[in-house]
């Protein structure tokens, strides 16, 4: 579980984790049960909403959130070179809530700033021993996803130099997830708060990449590292001749700009060799692994280099 702050409070917005979160951890969402159904209703009554909340700050203060990581691998040699930091809170009552419910529900009670400095805080720390878990091999760099009013309020730099303090990992190690959207409202300071980002060290991912939102011009003027095809254009290859028509062109574009492409949502093997085949650089998806707890991540890494070295 996430332990909280030590000290002070992290400021700044987070938007941590997208909507089909619970969909790559591997787990139904909860909000079929109808307790969650009845919790979560907007109109349901002032002392259910009341519980709800207090049991998220309780969850915040007793670090009752977690992390789960999703490997990213590289689809020319199958070695795990990312994971991405996952979101989850198991709620001892109501069972797995979707990020994309409390997440909305911490931003009206001000505690999104406190989750966001957690989260950060928290993958950098918990991505240190995967250094020890596969000596001599390059370990992986960790993605966390950030929001826009993180970059805004002008507290994203102090978020990542804390993380970064704290845990001693390698600004090289980390990598930060901004959304399509979030790139469309960049002003000028938010363009010089990536370029210092990215003076640091640290990566910068455009996701969901290609769902139509992002000139090319926009791309090009900003310090991109990597982009991320968003899923649903990955879904139905290579079958869909259109898809696969805009994938090709997408990754020819983001290795034009000088940019690491990763596909999401990788399902089957079918997908992964036709995404190799045209050069898209990484894939991340369920054909690979669903998200794990940073232990069972380790134990992986761990597991790999031991095949690494009997091959």
Same mark, same amino acid.
């Given at each position: 579980?996430?332990?909280?702050?030590?000290?002070?409070?992290?400021?700044?917005? @987070?938007?941590?984790?997208? /909507?089909?979160?619970?969909? /790559?951890?591997?787990?139904?969402?909860?909000? *079929? *049960?109808?307790?969650?159904?009845?919790?979560?209703?907007?109109?349901?009554?002032?002392?259910?909403?009341?519980?709800?909340?207090?049991?998220?700050?309780?969850? +915040?203060?007793?670090?009752?959130?977690?992390?789960?990581?999703?490997?990213?691998?590289?689809? &020319?040699?199958?070695?795990?070179?990312?994971?991405?930091?996952?979101?989850?809170?198991?709620?001892?009552?109501?069972?797995?809530?979707?990020?994309?419910?409390?997440?909305?529900?911490?931003?009206?009670? *001000?505690?999104?700033? %406190?989750?966001?400095?957690?989260?950060?805080?928290?993958?950098?720390?918990? @991505?240190?021993?995967?250094?020890?878990?596969?000596?001599?091999?390059?370990?992986?760099?960790?993605? +966390?996803?950030?929001?826009?009013?993180?970059?805004?309020?002008?507290?994203?730099?102090?978020?990542?130099? &804390?993380?970064?303090?704290?845990?001693?990992?390698?600004?090289?190690? $980390?990598?930060?997830?901004?959304? /399509?959207?979030?790139?469309? /409202?960049?002003? $000028?300071?938010?363009?010089?708060?990536?370029?210092?980002?990215?003076?640091?060290?640290?990566?910068?991912?455009?996701?969901?990449?290609?769902?139509?939102? @992002?000139? $090319?011009?926009?791309?090009?003027?900003?310090?991109?590292?990597? +982009?991320?095809?968003?899923?649903?254009?990955?879904?139905?290859?290579?079958?869909?001749? %259109?898809?696969?028509?805009?994938?090709?062109?997408?990754?020819?574009?983001?290795? !034009?700009?000088?940019?690491?492409? +990763? !596909?999401?949502?990788?399902?089957? %093997?079918?997908?992964?060799?036709?995404?190799?085949?045209?050069?898209?650089?990484?894939?991340?998806?369920?054909?690979?692994?669903?998200?794990?707890?940073?232990?069972?991540?380790?134990?992986?890494?761990?597991?790999?280099?031991?095949?690494?070295?009997?091959?």
């Amino acid at each position: 579980m996430l332990a909280a702050q030590e000290s002070g409070r992290v400021s700044g917005d @987070a938007g941590l984790v997208a /909507e089909e979160t619970l969909d /790559e951890a591997g787990s139904q969402p909860q909000q *079929n *049960n109808p307790l969650v159904r009845r919790a979560l209703d907007p109109r349901a009554g002032v002392s259910t909403q009341r519980r709800l909340e207090r049991d998220l700050k309780t969850a +915040v203060r007793e670090g009752g959130l977690a992390l789960y990581y999703q490997p990213r691998l590289a689809l &020319a040699s199958g070695a795990i070179v990312a994971a991405e930091a996952l979101l989850r809170w198991p709620h001892p009552r109501l069972g797995l809530i979707s990020p994309a419910t409390f997440i909305p529900l911490a931003e009206r009670t *001000n505690l999104i700033t %406190e989750i966001g400095g957690i989260v950060l805080r928290g993958a950098c720390l918990e @991505a240190v021993p995967w250094l020890a878990a596969a000596p001599g091999a390059t370990p992986p760099i960790v993605s +966390v996803n950030v929001a826009a009013r993180q970059i805004t309020s002008g507290t994203l730099l102090g978020q990542i130099a &804390a993380g970064l303090h704290a845990s001693g990992l390698s600004p090289e190690r $980390l990598e930060l997830e901004l959304t /399509e959207s979030t790139v469309l /409202e960049a002003s $000028l300071e938010t363009t010089l708060t990536l370029a210092a980002i990215r003076d640091l060290g640290v990566g910068i991912a455009l996701d969901d990449f290609g769902i139509g939102y @992002a000139s $090319l011009a926009t791309l090009k003027g900003l310090p991109l590292t990597a +982009v991320k095809l968003d899923r649903s254009l990955i879904r139905a290859l290579p079958e869909d001749r %259109e898809d696969a028509a805009i994938v090709q062109a997408l990754v020819a574009t983001g290795h !034009a700009l000088g940019l690491t492409v +990763v !596909a999401e949502g990788i399902e089957t %093997e079918v997908q992964r060799a036709f995404l190799a085949g045209i050069g898209c650089d990484e894939g991340q998806g369920f054909l690979f692994s669903h998200p794990q707890p940073a232990s069972a991540f380790a134990t992986r890494l761990m597991a790999m280099a031991g095949e690494a070295e009997c091959g």
